[in-house]
């Protein structure tokens, strides 16, 4: 079954789009830069087998329930920028992420993606909360949760780190 046509809202500077079966190089250089990973996954940079498996990951999640971390492009030069996207978390309530390839690190890609996705969930798909967790040691995620109205709400493991990570929630805005 094919993922619903819904995605987020294309920004000002930012295009998404699904994941596709052929984006193994666009993964590959995402995932498997260290950079992008050492405070996502304790392995550091993912070999190409752990890169495929994340790739089959978002396109699974993408047919069980039509939700991705959904690759994100530069609209101006379609340059891949990253991803940022939604994953079930709890009942009702969806998970927040984005990881974003190294040179695009510091233009504001990850909050203006993520304001994007945010509509989406609460306007499209109705969650009534998100989730959102980051590395201790990842200030900038910190900084771009806040700004984006998150409320820390405690700590809670990461498997993939083995860490406590800080935990942040943020409600459904109330309808006017």
């Given at each position: ?16 789009r699904w994941w596709r079966e052929d984006d193994e190089p666009l993964a590959m250089a995402l995932w498997g830069d260290a950079r992008v990973t ?139």
């Amino acid at each position: 079954m094919p993922p619903p046509p819904r995605l987020p809202a294309d920004t000002a500077r930012l295009t998404f789009r699904w994941w596709r079966e052929d984006d193994e190089p666009l993964a590959m250089a995402l995932w498997g830069d260290a950079r992008v990973t050492a405070l996502i996954d304790a392995r550091g940079a993912l070999d190409p087998e752990a890169v495929r498996q994340k790739l089959r990951a978002e396109l699974d999640r993408a047919r069980e329930h039509g939700l991705q971390y959904w690759p994100i492009f530069l609209r101006a030069t379609s340059t891949h920028a990253g991803c940022c996207g939604l994953r079930p978390y709890r009942p009702g309530v969806l998970e927040l992420g984005f990881h974003l390839r190294a040179e695009h690190w510091g233009h504001g890609y990850a909050t203006e993606a993520a304001r994007s996705a945010i509509h989406h969930a609460f306007a499209t798909l109705g969650a009534s909360a998100l989730f959102a967790g980051h590395h201790p040691r990842n200030d900038a995620s910190r900084a771009t949760l806040l700004k984006l109205g998150f409320l820390p709400v405690g700590e809670e493991l990461y498997p993939p780190t083995g860490l406590l990570h800080p935990s942040y929630r943020l409600e459904r805005p109330p309808t006017p």
